[in-house]
């Protein structure tokens, strides 16, 4: 399809697991972000990937996330050792990069739950 | 931090009827957006503003900037079932790649 592409679409996991959460953004889109979303809560910052340029890491909760982006293009977001305050929708946007840089685009998220 | 108080946390309304949501802050933001958040799927960009005052519509949907910078305002007129959902605000401080989101309005629409 045209739109942002996240998988799994769920995913339930033990306690200390690693989970490895999927992000593909529309093509030719140079900014991705990750966020995420508790429930009932708004969107929270995670990390955000600009082309070339080193990402932005400062929303990342803890040592134990984090994300790579490949060729520029899909982003992969890991958590190591998962808790139960992980648990959440983890949504991915991105955008085309000129101009100010807003997520314009979202996926429609993981929702990752941990037992 | 920055935090951004939106209200109401919820509303029922009439289909036909107006309906006004509203987002305010103690900080100053250089942007404001509101997005729209349907069951089970990612929040669509509805309308972006870019200067204190500004008044921008998209269709039914009205939204302002405040002259304050602290706080906006989205207003959607004659309500439809399809506009159920969850409708969140999130600024832009000018500077950096974060945005921050409000709560969100949940709303419901009767038939």
């Known amino acids: 399809g045209a739109g942002v592409s996240q998988s799994p679409s769920n995913k339930v996991t033990e306690k200390g697991k690693d989970v490895e959460l999927r992000c593909d953004p529309i093509?030719?889109?140079?900014?991705l972000y990750w966020y995420r979303q508790s429930l009932g809560q708004g969107l929270e910052f995670l990390i955000y990937?600009?082309?070339?340029?080193?990402?932005?890491k400062s929303g990342l909760p803890s040592d134990r996330f984090s994300a790579e982006r490949t060729g520029g293009s899909v982003s992969t977001l890991t958590i190591q050792r998962t808790q139960q305050e992980d648990s959440a929708v983890y949504l991915c946007?991105?955008?085309?990069?000129?101009?100010?840089?807003?997520?314009?685009?979202f996926g429609d998220g993981t929702r990752l739950s941990i037992l | 931090g920055q935090q951004l108080n939106q209200s109401p946390q919820s509303m029922f309304i009439q289909e036909g009827e107006d309906v006004s949501m509203n987002c305010t802050s103690s900080?100053?933001?250089?942007?404001w957006l509101w997005y729209k958040q349907d069951p089970g799927e990612g929040p669509v960009l509805l309308i972006a503003?870019?200067?204190?005052?500004e008044l921008t519509s998209n269709g039914r949907l009205t939204a302002q900037f405040g002259i304050t910078r602290k706080d906006s305002f989205l207003n959607i007129s004659a309500s439809i079932p399809s506009d159920v959902g969850i409708y969140f605000c999130?600024?832009?401080?000018?500077?950096?790649?974060?945005?921050?989101f409000g709560a969100g309005t949940i709303l419901r629409v009767k038939s």
């Open positions: 503003l870019y200067k204190a005052g």
């Open positions: 990937f600009q082309g070339n340029s080193a990402p932005d």
């Open positions: 946007a991105s955008s085309l990069g000129t101009g100010l840089a807003l997520p314009q685009h």
């Open positions: 900080s100053i933001f250089n942007t």
């Open positions: 999130a600024g832009w401080v000018g500077y950096g790649n974060k945005l921050v």
């Open positions: 093509s030719g889109h140079t900014a």
